[in-house]
C-alpha cells in the first residue's frame, strides 16, 4: 500500500509513559495486560489507540508507527482485524458480558496478518461485575504477542481481581505550562487560556471540548442560576428543569468547582463550613451519576438545588 496516513501519537505531556513501555517493548518484556489510569480527558485513549498502533505497525519506529504501511492504514480506517475496541453501546450503560465474550473467542484465534493481537476496552469502569468476572480467564490465560489495554476514568470502580492482573500506568493531570503550550498551538492567541484552564480544572482535551462548544455560554448561564437560587428569586424546582437538560456530570462538576471557590475564599467562615459539607453531597452526586444506577436527573437536581438555596438561607 502506498501513501501516508497520520499515525498516532501520543501527546507530548504523555513522553515519560510513552518511554517506560518502549523500553519494555525492546526488552520483549510488554506486559499480557495495561491499566491506563488518570482523570478523564487527559488523552490516555489516544495514548492506549498509539500503542496499539505500533505493536501492529509492519515498520514501527521509537517515537511509535511508521504510517506508511497497510497495517497503520487498517489501523487508522478502524478495520484492523486484530484490534478490537469495546465500549458501552450507549451512554450510561455497562459494557456487557456478551461484548467479553467476543474477547475470548479473539484472543483464541491466530492473528489474521501474522502479529499482535490488541484489545482495547474504554472506560474499564463501565464493566459490570459478570463482565468484569468473564474478563479474568483472559486476564489469567493470555496468548502469546496478546495485549489488553483497559482505559480507566476511575480507578477504584475497577475490582482488585482484575487490578491484581494488570500492570498500571498512571497519568497525573499534566503540567499547566505543557497545557497551555498545546492549547496555544491548537486554538491560537484569539481565546483565553487562563479560563480554558481554570473551566476545564487543568484537563486539555475538555478546554478543547469548551473551545468547540457553547460550553462557556452554558457555564455562564449556570453561574447566574446558581446566584439566583442562592437569592431566593429563581425555585430550585425551575432552576432543576434547566439542569436536567443538560450534561448532568459536567454540570455537577461546574457546581463542585463553584463551591471550592467559595470554600477557599472563606474556608473559616459558617459559609465556608457549610459550603464544605454541601461539597461531600455533591461529590456522592457525582458517583451516583457516573454509576449503573441511573438516578433520575430531574430529582437529583431538585435535591440539590433545595439544599443550595437552604444552605444561603442558613449563612444569612
Not at 69 to 96: F, T, W, Y
Not at 241 to 248: G, H, I, K, L, Q
Not at 282 to 288: D, H, P
Request: a positive charge.
Amino acid at each position: 500500500m502506498t501513501g501516508k496516513v497520520l499515525p498516532v501519537l501520543p501527546y507530548s505531556w504523555q513522553q515519560s509513559q510513552w518511554q517506560q513501555l518502549q523500553k519494555l517493548i525492546e526488552n520483549e518484556r510488554l506486559p499480557h495486560a495495561l491499566l491506563l489510569s488518570g482523570c478523564s480527558d487527559i488523552g490516555k485513549l489516544r495514548f492506549a489507540r498509539a500503542l496499539a498502533q505500533q505493536l501492529l505497525c509492519e515498520a514501527p519506529i521509537h517515537a511509535g508507527a511508521c504510517g506508511r504501511c497497510k497495517q497503520c492504514a487498517l489501523v487508522m480506517a478502524g478495520s484492523h482485524p486484530d484490534l478490537i475496541r469495546l465500549e458501552p453501546e450507549g451512554a450510561g450503560n455497562a459494557i456487557k458480558i456478551a461484548q467479553i465474550r467476543t474477547v475470548g473467542n479473539f484472543m483464541a484465534k491466530t492473528a489474521q496478518q501474522g502479529g499482535w493481537k490488541v484489545v482495547l476496552i474504554e472506560p474499564a469502569e463501565a464493566m459490570n461485575v459478570s463482565s468484569a468476572n468473564a474478563l479474568l480467564k483472559n486476564l489469567e490465560e493470555p496468548g502469546d504477542k496478546t495485549l489488553l489495554i483497559l482505559v480507566s476514568h476511575q480507578l477504584g470502580r475497577i475490582p482488585a481481581t482484575v487490578r491484581s492482573r494488570c500492570r498500571i500506568l498512571k497519568f497525573p493531570l499534566p503540567s499547566q505550562d505543557f497545557v497551555t503550550s498545546w492549547l496555544r498551538q491548537v486554538v491560537g492567541d484569539a481565546e483565553d487560556i487562563s479560563q480554558l484552564l481554570q473551566v476545564s480544572g487543568g484537563r486539555p482535551l475538555k478546554a478543547l471540548r469548551l473551545v468547540e462548544s457553547d460550553a462557556l455560554t452554558k457555564r455562564k448561564e449556570f453561574e447566574s442560576l446558581l446566584n439566583d437560587v442562592a437569592s431566593g428569586t429563581l425555585s430550585p424546582i425551575k432552576a432543576a428543569d434547566w439542569c436536567r437538560a443538560e450534561d448532568s456530570i459536567e454540570t455537577v462538576e461546574w457546581l463542585q468547582f463553584n463551591v471550592a471557590e467559595r470554600v477557599r475564599q472563606k474556608p473559616a467562615t459558617r459559609e465556608g463550613r457549610l459550603l464544605f459539607r454541601f461539597l461531600d453531597k455533591l461529590n456522592v452526586a457525582k458517583q451516583r451519576l457516573q454509576s449503573s444506577a441511573n438516578p433520575n436527573p430531574q430529582l437529583l437536581w431538585e435535591e440539590l438545588l433545595l439544599d443550595w438555596q437552604a444552605l444561603f438561607a442558613a449563612s444569612r
